[in-house]
C-alpha cells in the first residue's frame, strides 16, 4: 500500500473510533511530516484523500478539520480490539500474582493522628540527611562526570574495599572481589534465585518470614517448604529433618533480628545449622539485615562461622542509613561472582554509581558507625517501651515474641478467635495500624498474628498505639464466636 | 555437643588450616563473648580445653595465644571440602553463561593514545554534571527525608507525570499511571522477558541487535530467532513469513537509530510491522532508546502507532543524559502494568526516588530539551566526520550502515577473509578499538563485521581513528588468505 494511504487509513481510523472529534483540526502537514519522518507531499497527498472521501474539509489558510459528521463508519473495522494479554503471561508471574492476592490487606491511608506500626523501617527524622547531602557534592565536584558514566557491574570499587575491610573487622573473612554492590538486599535476593533455583526446586524458608523473600521464590517457581521459628530463631531440629526428606535447593533465613519476629539464631544453633547444612552440601542464604555499625552484642553472622563456602550473605543500608538508596551488597563464595555479576549485567547494567560514591564518603571517618549507634540507642529505648507495654498487660489475652536488640518489630498473637487482618479496619478507625500476621506465612496460617514495626515511632506513641489496639482487641472479644477447632487448627503462630 | 566445644573446634580449624598461625594472640575472652554473643566462661573455658590439648598457650595476664608447633592436625577433618556451586546453576544462568562466553572479547584497557570507538554512549565532557548537582541539591534541602525512604514502585509521580505530558506531546498518548519508572531501559527489558517469556517460547529479535537484549532472552530461556535488518531497518517482509512460521510470543527491536548499525525502520514498514503483529496479535517491544528532546524529524515511535494495546515502549535518560543515572522507564498496555509492578517490587522493591526528583528538577523550564538539542548537533557533526572518513575510502573493500542522525554507532563490514575478532588486538596496538561483530549476532553470524561508536568521540579524533583502522585492514590484506567457502558462508551481516 502505498504511504499516503496507510496515512490516511490511520487517520480514518482516529476519526472513527472517535479520537479525533468532528471540527478537530488536523496537525499541519508540516509538523505530522515532521513527526512521521516522511515528506510532506506525502501528507498533504493523505489529507487530498481524506477529504475527497468525506472525512475531512480543508479551509484554506487555515488548515484541515475533521468533517462535523464524517459521511460513514469505516468499510473494514480494525482487525480486532486490544491485545489480551493476561493471556501471554509467564508462569512466574502468574504464581506471583496469585502468591500476592493472598498477601494484599487493605490500603491504609496514614493520617496524622495514626499511629502506625505498619513499615519495618526507620525512623526518617533520625535521617542524617544534610550530612549525606554534603557527601554528594563532594564527590560530584570530585569526579561527578566518572560517576555519572556507565560503571563496572561489581560497584564502585573504594565502597566495596571498604565494605570488605569492615567486615573483617567483623569476622567475616572476605576479599574486595566477594563483596558484591547491588540495589539493596532485596535485588541480591533475587539475583541468587535466578541463579539457583529452576521451577519445581525445593526452597527452605524461615516462618514467619519477610514477604519479599516469599515472593522472590515464588517467581523463581520454587516449592516452599516452611521452617518453623521459635524463641531462640529458626528451628534447627525440624530444618534437620525437612532437610533428609526434601532434599532442598537452598535455605533462607534472618539469623539477627529476624522480620516479622524480630529473635534472633542461638550461638549454639548457629553452629549446628551450619553442620547440618555441610553435611547436606545445602547453601544458605544469610539475610543479614544488620549493616556497618551492627548493635555490639550481636551474634557472629554465619558467614563469618562459614568455612566450607556455602553461606550467600546479604546487607543493606536501608535499617541503618536511608532505605530510599537502594544500595545493599552481597559477600558471595568466589564460584558464584561470575555468574551473578552476569545475571545483575542483564538486570540493569550496574547500580548507580554516584549514591555508592556518596555512602563511601559519608563512611569515611567511622561516620556511618557513629550514626548507627545514636539509632541503636533509640530503638532500643523503644523496644523497651513496646515490651514495657505489652508486659503491663494493655492487650488482653494476648502473646509476643521478644525481639532481639537490633530489630525492628515483633510479632503479636492476638487472643483465640480474633483474626488480626478481619480486626485491622476497626484498628485503623481506632487510629492504630499494624501488619496481619497472614502476610508473613506461607500458605493460610498466622490469622491471628499481627506485626508490630516500633523503630519508626517514639515511645509515648508507642505507648498510645498499645493502648489503642488493647481497646480494640477487647471490643472483638466481647463479640467473638469461640471459633470451631478446624478454624483454629494451623492459626497459631510458632513464635 | 556442648557451646564451648563447638568453639573449641572452631578454633582448631582455624589452626589447623593455617588462617590463625602459631604464635597469633586469641581475642580476648571479652571481646570473642561480645562477637558470638555468648557467656564470657564458655569462651574461657574453650580456650582452656584449646590448652589443654596442646593447640594454644596461655600467659597469666597477656592472653591466649596459638601454640608455636600445634600438636598435630585435628583427628577429624571437616566433612567436605568447599561446596561445589557449578552443579548447583540453574538452567537460566547456563545458558546466559553459554552466551556470554561466545560474546567476550579482549580485555581493552584504554590507554590515552587509544581512540576508542568502543562504548555507544554519550560523551562525558559533554555531561552538565554542574547543572545536576544543583537539581540534586535543591531537592534534597526540599523533600530529603521523604525521598530516601522507601518510595512506591512505580517511581517519583512528578517524574511519572512529566513523561506522560512530554510523551503526548511526541504523539504517544498515555496516561500517567502507564508510565513506570525503572532502572534504565534494561530493566525494563528484562522486567518483560520475566512476565511474558517461559522457556522454550519464541522471540523475534532484529539481528544484529544489542547484546543486552540477547542476554536477557538467553536467560529466560527462550528461541531466538532472527530478523535482518537492512538498510530501512527491520525486515518486516521476513518478519511477516517468520511470524507465520514460529509463533512469536513477541517481537524485539530498536526502530529509531538501532543499536548497533545506527539505521531507523522506514515510516511504511513501521505501519506494516504494526499491521502485521495486530493480524497475528503479536506483542512488540519497541526500544525506543531515544529520549525527551528527541531529535526533530525522527520518526514516531511504534507506540504512537499503536491503536491496539501491543506495543510496549521503552526509554532511558542514558544517552541524552548521564548513563550511571540508571533511570529510564516503560510506557506500558494497562493489564501489564500491574504484573510489572509486582515483578519490579521483588527485583529491587524500588528505583531511588532521589535521582528521579533531580531528573524531573532539571527537566524543568525545557533544559533536557536545550542539553538534547545542544548534543544532538555535536553528535550530527561526529557522525558526519566519520562517514566522510569511510567515504574518503580511508578503509579499503569495506562497507558501512549509514546510521540516522539519532544514532551513536554505525556497522563496518571488512573485506572477505578479514575477521574482526581476530584483528582486534592488532588494531589496539595500533591505537584503534572497535566492538567485534559477532557480539551483536546470534550464532556464529558478524566475523567479518564490527561496530564504531562515534558518538564519544571529537571530529579529529574519528578522522585519526579510521586511518589507523584503514592501515591496520590493509596489512591485514596483505596477510589474507583467501577463505574456503564454508568459513564465510555465514559471515556477511545483513546491513
Chains 1, 2 share one sequence.
Request: proline share 8%; glycine share 10%; with cysteine.
Amino acid at each position: 500500500m502505498a504511504l499516503f494511504l496507510q496515512i490516511k487509513r490511520h487517520v480514518e481510523r482516529l476519526i472513527a473510533d472517535g479520537i479525533l472529534g468532528p471540527g478537530t483540526k488536523l496537525p499541519a502537514t508540516r509538523d505530522l511530516a515532521r513527526t512521521l519522518g516522511v515528506n510532506r507531499t506525502t501528507i498533504a497527498t493523505a489529507y487530498d484523500a481524506l477529504v475527497a472521501d468525506g472525512w475531512a474539509r480543508a479551509h484554506v489558510g487555515q488548515g484541515t478539520f475533521v468533517a462535523d459528521r464524517p459521511a460513514s463508519r469505516p468499510a473494514e473495522r480494525p482487525a480486532a480490539g486490544p491485545l489480551a494479554w493476561e493471556g501471554s503471561f509467564s508462569r512466574g508471574v502468574r504464581r506471583l500474582i496469585e502468591d500476592v492476592r493472598r498477601r494484599t490487606g487493605p490500603d491504609v491511608s496514614v493520617g496524622p493522628g495514626l499511629v502506625s506500626f505498619l513499615g519495618a523501617s526507620p525512623d526518617p527524622t533520625l535521617f542524617p540527611t544534610e550530612e549525606f547531602r554534603r557527601a554528594l557534592n563532594h564527590v560530584i565536584k570530585r569526579e561527578g562526570a566518572a560517576l555519572l558514566e556507565y560503571h563496572p557491574v561489581a560497584g564502585y570499587a573504594p565502597l566495596r574495599r571498604y565494605l570488605a575491610a569492615w567486615l573483617v573487622r567483623h569476622g567475616i573473612e572476605v576479599r574486595e572481589d566477594e563483596v558484591l554492590v547491588v540495589n539493596g538486599s532485596q535485588q541480591g535476593l533475587d539475583l541468587i534465585a535466578r541463579a539457583l533455583i529452576d521451577p519445581g526446586d525445593v526452597v527452605l524458608i524461615e516462618e514467619p518470614t519477610y514477604p519479599g523473600a516469599i515472593q522472590v521464590f515464588a517467581a523463581a517457581q520454587a516449592e516452599l517448604v516452611p521452617v518453623p521459628v521459635g524463641p531462640g530463631g529458626l528451628r534447627v531440629d525440624v530444618a534437620a529433618t525437612l532437610i533428609e526428606k526434601h532434599r532442598p535447593k537452598l535455605l533462607y533465613c534472618q539469623p539477627s533480628g529476624q522480620n516479622p519476629t524480630g529473635v534472633s539464631l542461638d550461638p549454639a544453633a548457629r553452629l549446628a545449622l551450619l553442620d547440618v547444612a555441610v553435611r547436606h552440601r545445602l547453601p544458605i542464604v544469610e539475610d543479614g539485615f544488620g549493616a556497618p555499625g551492627e548493635a555490639e552484642g550481636a551474634r557472629a553472622p554465619l558467614r563469618a562461622l562459614d568455612r566450607h563456602g556455602l553461606v550467600i550473605h546479604l546487607g543493606t543500608l536501608s535499617k541503618v542509613l536511608f532505605p530510599g538508596l537502594r544500595v545493599g551488597w552481597m559477600v558471595v563464595p568466589g564460584p558464584l561472582a561470575a555468574p551473578l555479576l552476569r545475571i545483575k549485567q542483564l538486570a540493569d547494567l550496574n547500580t548507580g554509581a554516584l549514591l555508592q560514591a556518596a555512602v563511601f564518603r559519608f563512611c569515611q571517618g567511622r561516620r556511618l558507625e557513629r550514626h548507627a549507634r545514636l539509632i541503636r540507642a533509640e530503638y532500643r529505648s523503644r523496644r523497651a517501651a513496646l515490651l514495657g507495654a505489652l508486659e503491663r498487660g494493655l492487650v488482653p489475652e494476648s502473646a509476643w515474641s521478644v525481639p532481639d536488640e537490633s530489630a525492628f518489630s515483633l510479632l503479636l498473637t492476638l487472643p483465640e478467635g480474633v483474626d488480626a487482618a478481619a480486626l485491622l479496619p476497626r484498628a485503623i478507625d481506632r487510629g492504630i495500624a499494624y501488619a496481619p500476621g497472614s502476610f508473613f506465612f506461607l500458605g493460610e496460617r498466622g490469622a491471628r498474628a499481627l506485626r508490630l514495626a516500633y523503630a519508626a515511632l517514639p515511645g509515648p506513641r508507642i505507648d498510645e498505639g498499645v493502648r489503642r489496639l488493647g481497646d480494640v482487641v477487647r471490643d472483638a472479644l466481647k463479640h467473638r464466636r469461640r471459633p470451631s477447632a478446624t478454624a483454629t487448627a494451623g492459626a497459631l503462630p510458632v513464635v
